[in-house]
């Protein structure tokens, strides 16, 4: 029973997140409350949407890019920008927004207009129960022209909120959680986390700058170069977490993406069954700083690994690993989602795959339960909350992990 308890305890805790943002957000209730008023008033099965609801729907799926709490937490997790000139401005930056602004009001002047013309279209389109292909071929013309031009003012306004930033505050306070967990849960010394969060700190700006971030190099990985590097730090011992840290990481994929958790399970027990697979699997953890803790034990395959990602970079461009989930490629999307699944079921199940079978039903019915409540209060809030929330969670974890692992003062270590 123990087990079935945990696993309800983990349905509450990756379902409360989700649904407090459904009862409690106003803006994004105002939205959705307009985007279904809107809906409502024509039938579903006409051939054309209305300019007002997809207007509506629109702004509901970049909701995350306006909400004041997705920009504080985006923010908050990820404080260093994009430089290329000035290494200051990973933190801070004052741009002139009176340029930007007029160009808001050119646009937003046209989006009235055009606005206006395919709302006019639409109703003698639907007047005559789009039957004329005369009418639908202007509604078409019309619809397409202002809708182009209404995305080139939802980007101008998210523009104009992020030309001028100052993340100072938020790079503190990221900082100083994860100092204060490196002390007290892993009880490293004082020293150790100095030297530790300085080369953190130098592996940020330096993987922020424009050119280092066109190759797509994640910042734990010139982390990791400069600790290999240096001769006087050496690995400790390989981390275990609890199996009920894999648990979550598993549920909370399940909760979003049924697409990336199946992929995970196949993997997974076709990785168990023919361990050449497993093997070379290594060489993909790599890409997400957990994976690296695990098993920073198997350096020539990651490191393996590493040279892949980058040839493979110069072959088909960029490969944003370490960039915000919320802005990666879906396919990119699907992979690191999968990659994070494979690797919370091995801390799940780390020895063998003949458990229980009820385990795994467990699981997966858990699983299910907080995918089918996803699809009734909304799947964007779950996706929006794991984007935001759980996944940075998880990336700062797993570095946290392997700073810990990294024995940065030989002879203090080797003395207790």
């Excluded at 609801?53 to 920009?71: D, E, G, R, V």
């Excluded at 306070?173 to 009880?187: G, I, K, Q």
């Excluded at 944003?320 to 992979?335: D, G, K």
Aim: charged fraction near 15%; include cysteine; aromatic fraction near 16%.
């Amino acid at each position: 029973m123990g087990y079935y308890r945990n696993l309800f305890v983990l349905f509450f805790c990756l379902l409360v997140i989700p649904l407090g943002l459904f009862l409690f957000d106003v803006n994004y209730q105002q939205v959705q409350a307009q985007f279904v008023s809107a809906k409502n008033k024509y039938k579903t099965s006409l051939p054309f949407q209305s300019p007002e609801a997809q207007k509506w729907m629109h702004l509901k799926i970049n909701y995350w890019k306006t909400s004041p709490l997705f920009l504080k937490l985006e923010d908050t997790f990820y404080p260093f920008r994009e430089w290329s000139e000035n290494p200051i401005q990973t933190i801070q930056k004052q741009d002139d927004n009176n340029r930007y602004q007029l160009q808001l009001d050119s646009i937003s002047k046209n989006e009235d207009a055009t606005y206006i013309r395919a709302s006019k279209a639409f109703f003698y389109a639907e007047r005559m129960k789009f039957s004329d292909p005369n009418l639908n071929q202007i509604l078409f013309k019309n619809q397409a022209q202002w809708f182009s031009i209404f995305q080139s003012e939802l980007n101008q306004k998210i523009k104009i909120q992020n030309s001028s930033y100052n993340t100072l505050i938020n790079l503190m306070v990221l900082m100083s959680t994860m100092v204060l967990l490196t002390r007290f849960v892993f009880n490293l010394s004082w020293l150790d986390i100095i030297k530790a969060f300085a080369l953190l700190l130098v592996s940020l700006i330096v993987a922020s700058q424009h050119f280092i971030l066109s190759l797509g190099i994640p910042f734990h990985w010139i982390f990791i170069s400069g600790v290999l590097i240096t001769s006087k730090h050496r690995w400790g011992n390989e981390t275990t977490l609890s199996p009920w840290i894999g648990a979550a990481i598993v549920l909370s994929i399940m909760s979003v993406s049924l697409l990336a958790s199946g992929i995970a399970i196949i993997v997974f027990i076709v990785s168990n069954q023919f361990q050449i697979i497993k093997r070379m699997l290594l060489s993909i953890y790599i890409v997400h700083p957990l994976g690296v803790a695990l098993h920073k034990n198997q350096w020539p395959k990651l490191i393996g690994g590493m040279i892949f990602f980058l040839g493979l970079t110069l072959i088909v461009g960029p490969l944003p690993l370490m960039t915000p989930l919320a802005y990666m490629p879906p396919i990119l999307f699907i992979f690191m989602l999968s990659l994070l699944g494979y690797i919370g079921l091995g801390v799940l199940f780390p020895s063998d795959l003949k458990t229980d079978i009820k385990k795994w039903v467990g699981l997966v019915c858990t699983g299910a339960g907080l995918y089918g409540i996803s699809l009734w209060i909304g799947p964007l809030l779950f996706l929006w909350v794991f984007e935001f929330i759980w996944w940075p969670i998880l990336m700062w974890g797993g570095f946290i992990l392997l700073i810990n692992q990294v024995k940065w003062h030989q002879v203090n270590r080797e003395s207790k």
